[in-house]
């Protein structure tokens, strides 16, 4: 079947292993795609590659950004083609047409600033429910091997806590319980309080936290600061935490570096330990998301 893509200007701005697997998907689609970052070897064959990222994306149906986003001032660090050159979105984004589509993973403070100055429409890849449950898998799996290489002790028969149970926090729950540990679940909701005894963890309200402070691993998927440096004064010098929530994440990262515990922000684990399988997501399901945004931009200049 003929994708409805075929022919359409699409540009990717900057990528990893990720994108660049999601880029040879829609090049097979015969999509007009314009490439700033990627490499130029490989299984590309209709792509053009542009050094000037304005003029990839004048005239584009849609923008995809990296599955990492950007850093703090809206410029992509992410790319494979040898070079150095930041890729900056505050040049960008003028030059983009009216409700043009940016996909990217998770959107920060100066994304959604230049997104709404433009007259833009965001969409964060992260937060798609079908790539959030997939990509609940990678970051599981990664989350539990950041664990093993920081921590002297097994994951099995020690005393972890998984603070949120959406779907990052449930599927690490799963795998842990799986593993032998003794898992203790912090929770806001009746919901995933009840979720976390169905699992075979101990439930723990949120607001009960700090009468809990003996664990080894500490796993935080809640993109809030709740690991404060009045609950880390409790906590023991060896206590490992591994924080999976989007920047800048839900621990006070510089009281844990000033009192002796070490606190990793660990992001994009999709990427970073299973490339392929994340990319194989994005290839899945990328598309199809295109293809229904291309098509209510055609509806909207035909009303």
Excluded: W
Excluded at 25 to 47: I, T
Excluded at 284 to 291: A, G, S
């Amino acid at each position: 079947m003929k994708s409805n893509l075929a022919g359409k200007n699409i540009t990717m701005l900057g990528c990893d292993e990720r994108e660049l697997l999601l880029a040879e998907r829609l090049d097979d689609l015969n999509v007009n795609l314009r490439l700033v970052g990627f490499p130029r070897c490989g299984n590309l064959k209709r792509a053009t590659h542009f050094s000037n990222p304005g003029e990839a994306v004048t005239n584009s149906r849609a923008l995809i950004l990296p599955m990492s986003g950007t850093d703090s001032q809206g410029l992509i660090t992410s790319r494979m083609d040898g070079e150095r050159e930041l890729i900056d979105l505050n040049r960008i984004m003028p030059v983009l047409n009216k409700d043009t589509p940016i996909l990217i993973g998770v959107a920060n403070p100066v994304i959604k600033q230049l997104i709404i100055k433009y007259r833009l429409r965001l969409v964060e890849m992260a937060k798609d429910d079908e790539i959030a449950i997939f990509n609940a898998i990678p970051t599981a799996e990664g989350a539990i091997q950041v664990a093993m290489e920081n921590s002297p002790i097994t994951i099995h028969n020690s005393k972890c806590l998984v603070l949120g149970l959406g779907r990052c926090g449930a599927a690490l729950t799963q795998r842990l319980v799986a593993l032998g540990a003794h898992v203790t679940v912090g929770a806001r909701t009746t919901s995933d309080l009840a979720r976390a005894v169905s699992f075979n963890a101990k439930p723990l309200h949120l607001k009960r936290l700090n009468d809990e402070t003996n664990f080894k691993i500490i796993f935080n998927t809640i993109p809030a600061v709740v690991l404060e440096r009045a609950y880390l004064q409790r906590l023991n010098t060896d206590t490992l935490i591994v924080d999976l929530a989007s920047t800048p994440g839900g621990t006070d990262f510089i009281a844990a570096k000033e009192l002796g515990i070490l606190a990793i922000h660990a992001l994009s684990l999709p990427g970073k330990v299973a490339p392929k399988t994340a990319g194989e997501i994005l290839s899945r399901i990328i598309p199809h998301l295109l293809e229904k945004l291309v098509g209510e931009e055609e509806d909207n200049h035909e009303r």
